[in-house]
């Protein structure tokens, strides 16, 4: 089960990665700000808010990319390829890497964009949303080339789900975020 689960968190790096990828491009790149939405607005409210920027959703997807190709890289040792769910060595890499990143921070601003309709302020907790945006949004994408059956879609999502709350402590304790939760 054990290493079922170190499975599931590695297939999930490049999408984990990439999602948390626009937290580090805004303090390492604060003059690429430009809105996703380019500011337009969908019944007065902002499409995805001043939160989604053009640069995370450009390091979300290049970060993906470079993690998939790592991981095909190190496909050809024992340990990860015993734990790689896929065949590294048959997929098209730069493709899977892009769905993967682009995948999740589309997720995220996918939730963003039914936020802004039900009048949910950024920032503000959208449970259980928050935690599993970006592993739906890799899902739908990644769906174009990778079939999930039910139960790997199941286990994804509450790996994921897992995964944000561990990242959200690790973060509040390395004073990365200023939320707990």
């Known amino acids: 089960m054990l290493l079922e689960i170190l499975s599931y968190i590695y297939f999930l790096s490049p999408a984990g990665l990439g999602n948390m990828a626009p937290v580090f491009a805004h303090k390492l790149f604060p003059k ?3 809105p996703a939405d380019f500011n337009l607005k969908l019944g007065g409210k902002r ?3 001043a939160h989604k920027t ?3 959703l450009l390091a979300g997807t290049i970060i993906g990319i470079l993690v998939a ?6 496909y050809s040792t024992a340990f990860f390829s015993s734990i790689s769910i896929i065949d590294y060595s048959s997929v098209n890499i730069l493709l899977l890497g892009f769905l993967m990143g682009f995948g999740a921070i589309a997720g995220d601003m996918i939730e963003s964009f039914f936020k802004r309709r039900l009048n949910i302020k950024p920032g503000q907790k959208f449970i259980p949303f928050d935690q599993t945006d970006w592993i739906l949004g890799m899902i739908i994408f990644t769906s174009f080339v990778y079939v999930y059956t039910l139960s790997t879609v199941v286990f994804l999502i509450i790996t994921a789900f897992v995964l944000h709350i561990l990242f959200r402590f690790l973060g509040y304790h390395l004073k990365i975020s200023k939320e707990l939760w």
């Open 69 to 74: 190709y790592l991981q095909k890289m190190l």
């Open 47 to 49: 499409i995805f808010g």
């Open 32 to 34: 690429f700000n430009h």
């Open 54 to 56: 053009l640069r995370g």
